[in-house]
C-alpha cells in the first residue's frame, strides 16, 4: 500500500493507503505565499497606484454619489479589513458620509441582516455609512439599460447606477463559470435583476463546456458578457480585489479599472492555484480543503478538479464536512445511478443543456446551474465521496456514493475504472485549485 497525507479540515490530515499498483503522476500542492504585512497599507497604495486607472482620489468631489459594493458571505473576502479601509480614504479625499452608500451584492443568495452587514463590513462601516442589500427579484428595484450582444438583459440596480462613483470589494478566485471571480461580477450577478442573472450564468454552462474553472477572461463568454452588461452604466467603477492564499489570507491585492486590474489579478491567482498536469488521467482524488467545513462550498473539491479527470474516470472527493450538509437540502431518495447515467450518456451534451433550459421559470438560476452541472458530471464521470460525517448524517440514504471505508472505497474505484493499475492525480487543496491542461 502507498501512503499519501492529504489535508483533513483545518487541524488534521486524512492518511490515504492507496494501492501499490497505483501510479500516481502528481501530488498537486499549491504555493502559500506570505500573506501581506501592512494590509491597510497595501490598500491606500493600491488606491493611489492603480491599474490602467488615475487614482481614486481623483474621481472624488463633495457632492459624488458614492457606492461602496462589498460581495457578501459567500466569498472569503476580509470585507471588514478593506472596507473600513476604504471608507477613511474616500473621506480623506473629500467624500462627505451622507453620500456614500454601503451595498452588498447578494445576487440571489439569501439578504442579508442588519447584523450580519454589520459583521461582514465592520462596525466602523455600517456606523458611518447606510448599508443596504436588496432583493434580485424586486423590480422597483432596478433600471433598464438596454441588452448585450449575446442578448442579456441589462438590468441594475438603480442606486449602483446613480452612483457617480462605484468601488467594487471582491476575490479573485476560481469559479466553474465565469473562471475567475472578482471585477465586475460585484455588479453581474451581484447587483443585477434575477432576469439578468439568469441569461447572464446560462451562457455558462455551454453545450461543449459545461466546466469554465480557472479559464482565462478573454476565453470565457460569462465573463465578456458581464463585463460588456457592467460597461453599459457610464460613470465610472473602480475595484479592490485582494487574493488569498490557502488558509485564505491576502497574498496580494489589485486596485483600479474593472477589467484591466482584474486581469493582472487573474494572472496571479492563477499562478498559485492552476496545477499543471500533463494529461488527464483515470482516477481523481481531491480534498475539499480549504473549503471542506460543510458539503456546499466542500463539493468545490470535485467540481473544481473535475478536469484532470478522463471521460469515464474516477473523481473521489475527502470531504471533512465537520458542520455535515450545511444548507443544502438532499433528496429522501437518490434515484438508481446506473440508468440515470445511461439516460445522460443518450441525451449528450447539448441534450441536456436543452433540458435544463426547459424547466420551469420558478427553478432558481443557482439550481438550474447545478442541476445542469450534476447531470454533466454523472454523463462524464464515476464521482464517489469518502465522508464519514456525511455517511453519519444522511443516515446510509446514498449507499452508491458515500463511504466511511477506505479499503472498500478502493476496491470499487478499481472496479469502476476497469483496471488495478490506474494513472492517479492527487488534489491535496482541491476547494481552490484547478488543473492546467495542455491546449
Not at 458620509?97 to 441582516?113: D, P, Q, R
Not at 494572472?267 to 481523481?284: E, T
Not at 458542520?323 to 450518456?345: D, H
Request: positive net charge; proline residues 8%.
Amino acid at each position: 500500500m502507498g501512503e499519501i497525507f492529504i489535508p483533513w479540515g483545518w487541524d488534521d490530515r486524512l492518511r490515504l493507503e492507496i494501492p501499490s499498483s497505483w501510479r500516481v503522476i502528481t501530488q498537486s500542492q499549491v504555493s502559500t505565499p506570505d500573506p501581506i504585512h501592512d494590509l491597510s497599507g497595501a490598500i491606500r497604495a493600491g488606491l493611489d497606484k492603480p491599474i490602467g486607472s488615475p487614482p481614486l482620489r481623483e474621481f472624488v468631489r463633495p457632492d459624488s454619489r458614492i457606492a461602496l459594493v462589498m460581495d457578501d458571505t459567500g466569498r472569503p473576502t476580509p470585507v471588514d479589513r478593506i472596507a473600513p479601509v476604504v471608507l477613511d480614504y474616500l473621506i480623506k479625499a473629500g467624500a462627505k458620509v451622507e453620500n456614500i452608500t454601503g451595498l452588498f451584492a447578494v445576487g440571489t443568495h439569501k439578504l442579508m441582516s442588519p447584523d450580519a452587514m454589520e459583521s461582514r463590513a465592520g462596525v466602523p462601516v455600517t456606523r458611518r455609512i447606510k448599508c443596504r442589500n436588496f432583493d434580485c427579484r424586486d423590480k422597483n428595484a432596478f433600471i433598464h439599460l438596454g441588452k448585450t450582444k449575446r442578448g442579456t438583459p441589462v438590468i441594475f440596480n438603480r442606486a449602483v447606477v446613480k452612483a457617480d462613483l462605484r468601488i467594487l470589494i471582491g476575490t479573485i478566485e476560481a469559479h466553474p463559470q465565469a473562471g475567475f471571480g472578482g471585477g465586475f461580477k460585484n455588479l453581474l450577478p451581484g447587483l443585477a435583476a434575477a432576469e439578468s442573472i439568469g441569461h447572464n450564468h446560462l451562457l455558462m454552462p455551454s453545450p461543449d463546456r459545461y466546466n469554465m474553472i480557472g479559464t482565462l477572461p478573454e476565453d470565457n463568454p460569462m465573463r465578456l458578457d458581464l463585463e460588456e452588461a457592467c460597461k453599459m452604466i457610464d460613470s465610472p467603477t473602480f475595484i479592490l480585489n485582494v487574493i488569498l492564499n490557502p488558509n485564505l489570507e491576502v497574498v496580494a491585492l489589485v486596485a483600479g479599472d474593472a477589467v484591466a486590474a482584474h486581469r493582472e489579478g487573474v494572472k496571479i491567482s492563477r499562478k498559485i492555484y492552476g496545477i499543471p498536469l500533463p494529461r488527464q488521467v483515470d482516477v481523481v482524488l481531491s480534498s475539499g480543503y480549504p473549503m471542506d467545513h460543510e458539503m456546499r462550498q466542500a463539493g468545490k473539491g470535485v467540481l473544481n478538479v473535475a478536469g484532470a479527470c478522463r471521460p469515464g474516470g474516477v473523481i473521489v472527493g475527502f470531504l471533512r464536512c465537520e458542520e455535515g450538509l450545511g444548507n443544502i437540502n438532499l433528496p429522501r431518495f437518490l434515484p438508481p445511478l446506473a440508468p440515470l447515467r445511461v439516460l445522460t450518456k443518450i441525451l449528450g451534451s447539448r441534450g441536456i443543456t436543452s433540458l435544463v433550459k426547459c424547466l420551469p421559470k420558478a427553478v432558481p438560476v443557482e439550481a438550474r446551474f447545478l442541476i445542469n452541472f450534476s447531470l454533466q458530471m454523472l454523463k462524464d464521470y464515476q464521482v464517489l465521496i469518502f465522508s464519514p460525517r456525511l455517511k453519519e448524517e444522511t443516515k446510509g440514504r446514498f449507499p452508491s456514493i458515500l463511504y466511511d471505508d477506505q479499503e472498500l472505497l478502493y476496491r470499487d474505484v478499481v472496479r469502476l475504472v476497469g483496471k488495478n493499475d490506474p494513472e492517479v492525480a492527487v488534489f491535496h487543496q482541491g476547494g481552490v485549485s484547478f488543473p492546467v491542461l495542455p491546449s
